[in-house]
């Protein structure tokens, strides 16, 4: 899609040389891939003024001009991977409308000009561990379904679960979406760690991430949530890092979230 003949040429013509659009956009710290081809199909994207609604388009980073939302793009020249300890209170997304602080506000100006935004989501009632990044594919493996990358949580229930309900938890339970459909959860290994007044505490580790994923688990064993915390993706976890502090990843550590998934891909 190279200078202005890509006026004449059809997107399905563009798919044939070049670098994908979607993954272009996420290298450069636009979003995930995910979210690029949602904006892609959106038609907030445009290449050289032209506005692009088709999956598949190839552009050449080094002679196309890409925009969205009418804001040049340029691609991402370092890459980087941090580890936020992230307090209840932030919203885990780059921006967000209702102005609320987001995790990108615990992060210097510096890091935030190189377009970083989170790999996945935490509520905003939820605290604990979330990674940043400006790599999509990076993005891409740690939370698509198919590479079940562990996240380890602890939570405060109300009540004391009984055996038979923490054995559903490992079973799987049926929870329902936003749209009210039912979704039957994959087993989640968990543990009681402490009983008190004030509840239960469990550490769960599960393979998959729906919205509130947890919550609602614990909501269908007649448990509800009082606090949640994230401690842990895969090898990493929050040691040394208070509420709101942040550290940027080792190449040992970027190696190990991927070396599983880069073999299975």
Same mark, same amino acid.
């Given at each position: ?188 290994? $968990? !543990?009681? #760690?402490?009983?008190?007044?004030? @509840? ?5 580790? /599960?393979?998959? %991430?729906?919205? &509130? ?11 509800? $949530? !009082?606090? #949640?915390?994230?401690?842990?993706? @895969? ?5 040394? /890092?208070?509420? %709101?502090?942040? &550290? ?18």
């Amino acid at each position: 899609m190279s200078e202005q003949k890509s006026e004449r040429k059809t997107e399905s013509e563009s798919t044939l040389e070049g670098e994908r659009l979607s993954r272009f956009l996420a290298h450069a710290g636009v979003a995930s891939r995910r979210h690029a081809e949602e904006l892609i199909t959106a038609g907030r994207v445009q290449v050289n003024g032209q506005t692009i609604t088709t999956q598949g388009v190839r552009i050449d980073p080094e002679r196309d001009q890409i925009s969205v939302d009418g804001k040049a793009i340029q691609a991402a020249t370092q890459k980087v991977y941090l580890l936020v300890h992230k307090p209840a209170g932030y919203v885990s997304t780059a921006h967000d409308p209702q102005h609320r602080p987001t995790v990108l506000a615990l992060v210097t100006p510096e890091i935030r000009r190189l377009r970083v935004y989170p790999v996945g989501r935490l509520d905003i009632d939820t605290s604990g561990l979330l990674l940043l990044t400006n790599d999509g594919d990076f993005a891409l493996q740690l939370t698509h379904p198919r590479y079940s990358t562990e996240k380890h949580y602890e939570a405060l229930v109300q009540g004391n679960p009984s055996p038979e309900a923490l054995d559903a938890l490992r079973q799987g339970v049926t929870i329902y979406e936003d749209d009210g459909s039912p979704y039957q959860t994959s087993s989640a290994q $968990v !543990r009681v #760690l402490r009983q008190s007044a004030a @509840g239960t505490s469990l550490v769960l580790t /599960l393979h998959e %991430g729906h919205k &509130r994923q947890v919550r609602r688990m614990l909501r269908a064993i007649g448990h509800p $949530v !009082r606090q #949640l915390t994230r401690i842990g993706v @895969g090898n990493l976890t929050l040691k040394g /890092l208070a509420a %709101g502090q942040w &550290r940027h990843l080792t190449d040992a550590e970027i190696r190990q979230l991927t070396k599983d998934h880069t073999t299975g891909s």
